[in-house]
């Protein structure tokens, strides 16, 4: 019986998904009504719902076709937020709530301390220099090329804004990556370690980057000098962080869940270690780096050994706990990244050339990296591939250049964001397809 | 060596937290720099930290003096919300904070949903003629004596200011007793049970008074009379969702349930679940009763026969699942809760004996409940005791009043509300230890 319904399902899902838009296709009534305080929650489930329907359904469709869950969250968060341009009104609502945007954010915080958890700082320093290396790589080769096409294409802007657009093709987002690796079974392979990671250090270099062309732009303005010893500060204390983390977590962490074991009550591993995972996400953020980078950091910090205790008198291991927070959570951020496509981006033939040759220097770029790997096992082409997604930190650079001014004008014009939403909308996009291939070719 | 430890935790727990408080007792320099879109997410972190490790110790400190661990939640909330008293300032940015009020609502359905699976729609039936008489009883006895209270306080009011205080008073909170009851592992007793289905039933009671009240002072401003008919629509709608739920809930979940065991994908057992939840929550919220009614109702359909084809090819039971998430969440809600307790309010003498009048009103009202319970086996006093909580729904039907107006003065004065506040506060506060108590007593 489950085989003649699994056989009808992929039109079933079709047909699903657009009465499950359709039924719920006027919820703009409610946010009218939302004045009171349980209106707000109303919207924010209307929400979940709406994004737990489009997961599900998106992720059974794309691997139907074989490719990664996190494609079809993408894709049907593309479809919820464009639904207008086909006559479906009240889901740009969803775009921009607050809460879901910090749900989503928690979301991926939880993704990437899962992802820590399965490595060890041990695994990590063992790619220390490989990792290093790759990152210095992709950050210079499309930083360079960048400023090379933006010449090319743009040679009467300033040189303010070659930087810019440059600047914002450095990037990596480990999301995306972070989330193809683990819907793969491939977190703990080699090319996740190194990929992850030269991600964090080109969160440190992009961060480096950043503050410098902000500086820079500051002097252009008479706002004074580049000051070295600003920058220096915000390297050092990125780097601190880092090592910081990483050193005192190792040192502290025995006494911390030494301390937890001992309180009554239930759910104390589980909320230590979620404790753990918000302090370092909090202080990386204070720092400047991404939250996730701390995530991450404390992911690869904690080891089973710290839970022994806890296993011990029966309890489940971390990894299986945070498992159902993040079924619940890592959707809404993949969902509502899709949801940010303006597909009305793609209008402007002029801006569409800019953002092909931008994402062609995006891909390329990160190319280079793999060539810097020198060891034969390691399968080269999936690293250069994983490092493609500019994610959300390409828009946080264009956003930044876009408020910044030269003289009145701001050193990223609409056209230039547009390109930059673009190319870091495709990159996003074809990194799942691309990295599980690579990944997953000759095996079998 | 961990007996030592624990020998010495009780003043540790206190030193601890204490620390804590002080560590991050600055917190408003990082909402001064939160104008940027990563700030608001940092400013939740920081809220999540603070509430975790409040939960954390709370709940340590309460157990170690055989309370449940919501009281020290709820206790620690107020030592947070209240801090500024002390000195200590910038926690107030929590109390107001959106999304931790949502993170806390979506909590309290969590609870409410995994109590719901605890017991099937039979269980409910079985105890619903009890039920229903406990929860009319409960309602017209607390009302009569608080008309009565108010008389006899205030008779220079006008008979609104009356009819409304005694309507705050008919209200049960079912959040405070149904997390008791988990605390101590009752939330499959028959008291638990007649509790439960009373609160659900109190809410449609509720919603029609309410609506009466509200109509009765329309017509009182020359707003028209009462319509018995928009009043009789009110209660069919909050009835029939409710029969709806559990009748087309329980014919459509298999159904549901079986298209999703042929999706393809991780997690979407517990996805469905949540989203069968969320969806009851939100039909709940739109008909006018609570979110969590239809959270309830929606974990009464659930049963373990729905899951078995999920079990059978190897995965957890969704209770197990849930379990992280509501560590995780419900304790925001609790923290919160005793965090939105302004302890200034108690510093005005004659407001307190208003108060005070108010909730001995309010506790004896629901003990009257007892007194139409013939089962013997039953704990009547556990029931009485169970339904005292006005907890949010008493403030919500207090800021109604204090929103209307008749002629130009609102309904319920300020003097009025912050009564009805600290009655909120009390029979919330006594509950947790009065509850524990009546239900262990005789056992060991």
Request: charged residues 15%; proline residues 3%; neutral net charge.
């Amino acid at each position: 019986m489950y085989k003649t319904i699994r056989m009808n399902l992929l039109p079933l899902s079709i047909i699903a998904s657009a009465i499950g838009l359709f039924v719920i296709s006027t919820p703009s009534e409610v946010f009218a009504a939302a004045d009171e305080d349980g209106g707000v929650v109303l919207e924010v489930l209307l929400g979940l719902i709406v994004i737990l329907i489009a997961a599900k359904l998106g992720g059974d469709l794309f691997e139907r076709f074989k490719q990664p869950a996190v494609l079809g969250e993408l894709f049907f968060g593309i479809l919820i937020g464009n639904a207008y341009l086909f006559g479906f009104t009240g889901f740009e609502a969803f775009k921009t709530d607050l809460t879901l945007e910090i749900l989503a954010e928690i979301g991926v915080i939880i993704l990437l301390f899962q992802v820590g958890l399965e490595s060890t700082v041990k695994d990590m320093l063992k790619v220390g220099p490989t990792a290093l290396l790759v990152a210095v790589v992709g950050v210079v080769a499309p930083f360079l090329l960048g400023l090379g096409v933006t010449e090319l294409i743009a040679p009467n802007e300033s040189i303010y804004v070659h930087i810019f657009v440059a600047a914002t093709l450095t990037a990596t987002s480990v999301g995306i990556t972070a989330r193809v690796l683990k819907d793969i079974g491939k977190s703990q392979s080699p090319e996740a370690k190194i990929i992850l990671g030269a991600a964090v250090i080109d969160d440190i270099l992009g961060l480096v980057i950043l503050s410098t062309v902000v500086a820079v732009i500051a002097a252009a303005n008479g706002g004074g000098g580049v000051s070295v010893g600003a920058i220096s500060w915000i390297v050092a204390k990125a780097g601190l962080f880092i090592a910081g983390a990483i050193i005192i977590g190792s040192f502290v962490v025995p006494y911390f869940f030494r301390f937890g074991f001992v309180l009554k009550g239930r759910g104390v591993m589980l909320s230590f270690s979620l404790l753990f995972c918000f302090v370092l996400a909090y202080i990386s953020g204070l720092v400047g780096l991404a939250p996730i980078v701390g995530a991450f950091a404390a992911g690869l910090v904690l080891e089973k050994v710290h839970f022994r205790d806890f296993v011990s008198r029966g309890e489940q291991e971390v990894d299986h706990l945070i498992e159902p927070i993040a079924t619940f959570l890592v959707p809404i951020f993949f969902v509502r990244m899709g949801m940010q496509v303006d597909l009305m981006t793609f209008a402007n033939g002029e801006v569409l050339w800019f953002a092909a040759a931008l994402t062609v220097v995006a891909v390329v770029g990160k190319q280079v990296c793999s060539l810097v790997i020198f060891d034969k096992t390691i399968n080269r082409l999936a690293i250069g591939l994983g490092m493609i997604p500019r994610g959300e930190v390409g828009l946080i650079f264009a956003g930044i250049g876009a408020r910044l001014t030269i003289g009145a004008e701001p050193v990223v014009s609409a056209a230039t964001y547009s390109a930059v939403v673009i190319m870091v909308i495709v990159t996003t996009l074809v990194t799942p397809p691309l990295l599980k291939w690579a990944l997953m070719r000759g095996e079998k």
